[in-house]
């Protein structure tokens, strides 16, 4: 995928209620890639993070399957600094001969962004897993 499709995606404002990680993935899945992926709209909305993760999680394996090699599009799902589990998503990508991830958070100033996937650890993300959208 080129970059100049993923820039429109680029510095969008996080916001817990209407943008926030698993709606960013979703709005990706719709508009670049043609897929109606529901991460349900009536899902809890907590503040916390760690009540973040947990309701994002849950919904992982009924919404993907693990995979072992990532393509653009696949789900990227992150453990946040300080979290016990994985509940952070985020949208494969691989421009400018390197693997990235686009992605929004709470800490992350200046909304939505693409990181390199190597750059993560530096953030404190950990990868947890790719994940195939069902």
């Given at each position: 995928m080129d970059a100049w499709q993923i820039d429109r995606f680029v510095g969008i404002p996080y916001c817990p209620r209407h943008?926030?990680?698993a709606d960013?993935?979703?709005q990706v899945q719709g508009e670049l890639f043609g897929r109606e992926v529901w991460v349900a709209n009536k899902r809890p909305r907590p503040f916390l993070p760690a009540e973040q993760d947990a309701v994002i999680s849950t919904y992982c394996d009924q919404l993907a399957d693990l995979v072992a090699e990532p393509q653009d599009g696949d789900a990227v799902l992150m453990r946040e600094p300080g979290a016990q589990m994985a509940g952070h998503i985020g949208?494969?990508?691989?421009?400018?001969?390197?693997?990235?991830v686009l992605h929004t958070a709470t800490w992350m100033q200046g909304g939505s962004t693409l990181h390199r996937l190597q750059d993560l650890s530096g953030f404190g993300l950990t990868v947890e897993g790719y994940y195939r959208w069902k």
């Open positions: 943008m926030d990680c960013l993935a979703m949208t494969y990508f691989f421009v400018n001969y390197a693997p990235h």
